[in-house]
């Protein structure tokens, strides 16, 4: 059998500097928490979306906002678009997938509301399309991203690139990115 051998190093060093590239952009994240507020407080919501593990954060955030984060809270009005397969599906079916998500927009949003899209690449056609109908709808878009040039990137009036290209330490840095978004809500609503 194959003795195994985790880079320990190279992952942490990676992590570190992806969670540095959050950290080195104070202004975003209290632009995109002042941005949440303001929404929440002129009855806005907040949509999250995403593919594969980003399609789990964006259930997971929804419900930090709909709970609790840590501290007891009201409910804060939150939806991840990614939990609902009869509509993936049949939406899927009927039309497209790289619709599927802007079809929800356009249901569901209205102006003022924030649409958090996350993608690791910014090149996911479904969440591209989603991000251009929420900017039609006059949401606020905010796009979390990798570091490569994208297409997320130019459509949202926030973006949050990652320094890395590495998938796993992308969605690492969009949890802390989350999570740091939660810790403002529970200041601005505890």
């Not at 929404?39 to 907040?46: A, I, P, Q, R, T």
């Not at 790289?98 to 509301?113: H, S, V, Y």
Request: glycine letters at 6%; one cysteine or more; hydrophobic letters at 45%.
């Amino acid at each position: 059998m194959t003795e195994l051998r985790i880079d320990f190093s190279h992952a942490l060093a990676e992590s570190q500097r992806a969670f540095q590239s959050v950290v080195e952009q104070p202004e975003l994240v209290n632009g995109v928490a002042q941005a949440v507020v303001d929404s929440l407080d002129n009855g806005g919501k907040v949509i999250w979306l995403g593919n594969g593990g980003s399609a789990a954060d964006a259930q997971h955030m929804a419900a930090e906002l709909m709970v609790r984060y840590v501290k007891n809270r009201r409910p804060l009005a939150s939806l991840a678009l990614t939990t609902d397969s009869s509509i993936l599906t049949a939406h899927s079916n009927d039309y497209e997938f790289e619709t599927a998500f802007a079809r929800q927009i356009e249901g569901l949003a209205k102006p003022g509301d924030i649409v958090i899209a996350m993608s690791t690449s910014g090149q996911s056609e479904n969440i591209i399309r989603a991000l251009q109908q929420a900017k039609n709808m006059s949401c606020v878009c905010v796009a979390l991203t990798g570091s490569k040039d994208n297409q997320l990137v130019k459509l949202a009036d926030f973006s949050m690139q990652v320094d890395s290209e590495e998938t796993a330490r992308i969605q690492e840095a969009h949890s802390f990115f989350n999570h740091l978004l939660c810790e403002a809500l529970d200041q601005a609503y505890a």
